[in-house]
């Protein structure tokens, strides 16, 4: 099979758009959020997605798409017995089935999860030692705020986003986004410069036409305008809407709401400085994340 492209980057980084939109290359099969990176085995897998329910739609949806060639409640059913069949299987073997049943495309995988652990990506990176990485990043203030309409357990206790200098802990989403771009940043330190890339979704999205070439020249694909055009077009992926009722998500709700490229997806004006609109008590960005954000480009 080919090797992979990981796109790496914090939950509400735009990575259900971008990966739609890579997998519209016709040397590309974009896939939702499948999780496979999480463990060994795919009993063990399942130990740590249990929760929430919808972190399995993913790799549902894929199974179901590619294996019963549809996504229905009945196909679901049928990849839940398929996925149960693999549980003493190591995941790559399920990946390698899927890349297979892709045509041998180059799988895009953009699984949030992935950057919430350092062994997370070391995993990838042992599998396919060739593999390709985009860091995607978005400005901390419009990422805090995505994040707060979200708001509530799914952030403090999935992404880590507490902070514990107040008495008690509250939410401030600026955490999360440290620390997640910080694995992302400490991973990718140890790849061949040519293996890894940084790229800001707000220009990716303000500016496809630019940025889709220079990922597609990068990876030594196609880079004619048919391949091009395709790469603007993420609602034709099969997983840019809702799915059936037993898997509906497994991409971004609000992008399976309205998957269609804009360039309005991605801009607005955010500043480092200022109070942040989360917290009460008009605390602003920490140094360090100002640092990180200005090392990425943004300020």
Known sequence: MRDPLIILGPPRSFTSAVCAMLGQHPEMYGLPEVNLFVAETMRERQGVIARPKFSEHGLLRVVAQLFMGEQTVKAVTLAHAWIEKRWDRPWVSVFREVSERAGGRILVDKSPRTVTKCEYMQR???AFP????????RHPRSHGE?????????????????DYSSDPPRLDYQKAWYALNMNVVTFLEGLPSDHRTRIRGEDLLADPDRHVRIIAEWLGLRTDKAAIDAMKHPERSPYACLGPANARFGNDPNFLKSPSLR????QGKA??????????????????VKELASEFGYR
């Open 271 to 288: 500043s480092l400085e200022g109070p942040l609109p989360w917290r009460e008590d008009g605390v602003g960005f920490s140094p360090e």
């Open 263 to 266: 360039p309005s997806r991605g």
């Open 130 to 137: 060739d593999a390709r990485y985009i860091h995607l990043v």
């Open 146 to 162: 995505s994040l707060w309409k979200i708001g509530g357990p799914y952030a403090a206790n999935g992404l880590g986003a507490l």
């Open 124 to 126: 990838v990176r042992k």
